[in-house]
Nanobody
Framework: QVQLVESGGGLVQAGGSLRLSCAASGRTFSSYYMGWFRQAPGKEREFVAT????????TYAESVKGRFTISRDNAKNTAYLQMNNLKPEDTAVYYC?????????????????WGQGTQVTVSS
């Protein structure tokens, strides 16, 4: 089992940047496929980005492609989401998630463990 704790959220103006972190404890972090999702008020949880166990493969939602970068440091048991050129529509609670399967992709039900979320608010 793994515990996930997100941090780095906050209030930022449009065009600004934030870096989210997801610290993992428990079972070996490098054995998990990691993802970031977000949920805005009144909306369904949506996929943001994913990264494979060895960082060899990353995928992004079209809405964040070119602005967000997912990465991980297996030595530090941490995944990251660098968010640049933020827009008001990026406002949401951001969750990191871990999957035990080799590939989990954009489907939230493929992930086994979730953090508590961190709020990101982008003002216009």
């Amino acid at each position: 089992q793994v515990q996930l704790v997100e941090s780095g959220g906050g209030l930022v103006q449009a065009g600004g940047s934030l870096r989210l972190s997801c610290a993992a404890s428990g079972r070996t972090f490098s054995s998990y496929y990691m993802g970031w999702f977000r949920q805005a008020p009144g909306k369904e949880r949506e996929f943001v980005a994913t990264i494979s166990r060895n960082s060899g493969m990353t995928t992004y939602a079209e809405s964040v492609k070119g602005r967000f970068t997912i990465s991980r440091d297996n030595a530090k048991n941490t995944a990251y989401l660098q968010m640049n050129n933020l827009k008001p529509e990026d406002t949401a609670v951001y969750y990191c998630a871990a999957a035990t399967r080799i590939w989990a992709g954009a489907i939230s039900t493929s992930y086994d463990y979730w953090g508590q979320g961190t709020q990101v608010t982008v003002s216009s």
